[in-house]
């Protein structure tokens, strides 16, 4: 595991630089180190977290690791945009393993879906349990292509426009908005009727935080075909993004700094930012601010309340809500043949074909059956996980949740939580564990190691205020609101991260390509998508 970024209170620093990143994420990293490569600029990064790298970041009890966020990423076992985006900004630095042929695995009531990789190996694995859908089948591989094209245009355009209401122009939104505006349901059930296809179609809704009636179809459409060729994990776990992104930020007298809070972007009487106050009084400055915080907490909590509340945006934002809070069940195994029983696929739980219902009904009743359950294993994916940690093997289990739940407990210092609330997550863990020795049965009686994450844990590492991994929802609202953007109503502020683009490791990357992009008035996503030299 490596730590990222020098402690605040332990590092000399200067009072200005070129520009300042309030938030460590994948998109502030990106921001800066293509601001640092391209630019010459010197970034200071500020994380409010002990180590950098946002939801890439790892942590260890002993003898364990564990991800947070990073699961598997998609188009980088083969050159791409993506492979060559992540080859520039570690200047070849971080390596990839394929995860097996086999990447995901949908299980319904018992019965299981494998997803292969190759866009023809799929259409074919569909056909072969679901024969009499092959015309649909068909038909829905070819609109996620065009689907997910159409959104690579759109996307690509906020990088080469420097205003962002250009991009409300022009026919790569147009084309975009014919699949951002319709639900993933709407879409799939227009091509069949048949209910187990569309929830093994849908199977990966997780990695997008949102079930088919609500998320839009270019969400779905982007996350599906991002993984249709199948997907890697970062060699030596997924902090080694952030570590291998920080030379290029720290070269040339950038840093990184963490344990460093921000309470507020400054704003002078022009009303143009023009730096940072940190939660100790300290004042750093610069013409360039930069919030990788998320687009809610940017406008809603980081500025002046007053000019928070006069910005039409504040409440365009809040009116989205945030995106789905989570639980996360870490479990260590300690077992003598390494982890050969993992080969590195995911497992998606779901009770019965009704992701929807079952979601609203365990969203109503904690005692419900989990809606879905994502079953992976960082050691299985990561080849010097053996080297690293002999005979231990890592899994984590994630399930859906609401942040309600939680809310009466949110003013608990973290960490020193009442019996109340360490009651239920006692409860909640149970139960994920008995469902993964149901899905896993030769884990039984060799957990060491289990520890539940809730929406309070998510909340208290990232500051996002209800606990959500995705910032705003996928939803067709959230593509419709034209100012989301990586320029601002204030001057000199601008935002990065996957409220910018869209969601996820890769969305924030291109959140970050956008944001160096509208600064420099020069569009890098030519440049990072190219072939490193």
Known sequence: MKHVGKPYKRETFDDSYDAIVVGSGIGGLTAAALLARYGN?????????????????????PGYEWDVGLHYIGEVNQAGDIRRAFDNLTEGRLAWNPLPEVYDRIRI?????????????????????FPNDSVAIDKYVALVQTAAKASRLFIGGKASLVLPTAVAGGGARSRFLRFADRTTADVISGMTDNKEL??????????YGLPPAQSSFAIHAIIANHYLEGAGYPIGGASEIAASIAPLIERDGGKIIVDAEVSRILINKGGGAYGVRMIDGREIHSPTIISDAGAYNTFARLIEPALSDAL?????????????????????????????ELDGANLWVYPDADHDGNLARFSDDP?????????????????????????????EVIVPAPYRWFERWSDQRWGRHCEDYKAFKEQLAKRIQTELEKNLPWTAGKICHAELSTPLSTRHFTNYAHGEIYGLPATPARFRLNELNARTPI????????????????????GGVICASSIMSQNLAAVIFQPSN
């Open 367 to 395: 005692e419900a059956p989990f809606p879905a359950l994502f079953i992976s294993s960082p050691s299985a994916k990561d080849p010097t996980f053996k080297q690293r940690y002999p005979g231990r093997s890592t899994i």
């Open 491 to 510: 001057k000199n502020l601008f935002l990065t991260g996957q409220d910018v683009a869209t969601l996820g490791v890769v969305g924030a990357l291109s």
């Open 41 to 61: 600029k010197r970034v200071l990064v500020l994380e409010r977290h002990y180590t950098a790298g946002g939801f890439t970041h790892v942590f260890k009890r």
């Open 312 to 340: 039409e945006l504040t409440g365009k934002i809040a009116e989205l809500g945030p995106s789905m809070s989570h639980l996360c069940l870490y479990v260590g195994i300690k077992h003598g043949d390494g982890n050969a």
């Open 109 to 129: 009531d018992q019965r299981t879906y494998e997803f292969p990789s190759g866009a023809g190996n799929f259409g074919e694995r569909m056909k072969a349990y």
């Open 198 to 207: 569309m929830a093994v179609l849908t199977g990966q809704w997780g990695d």
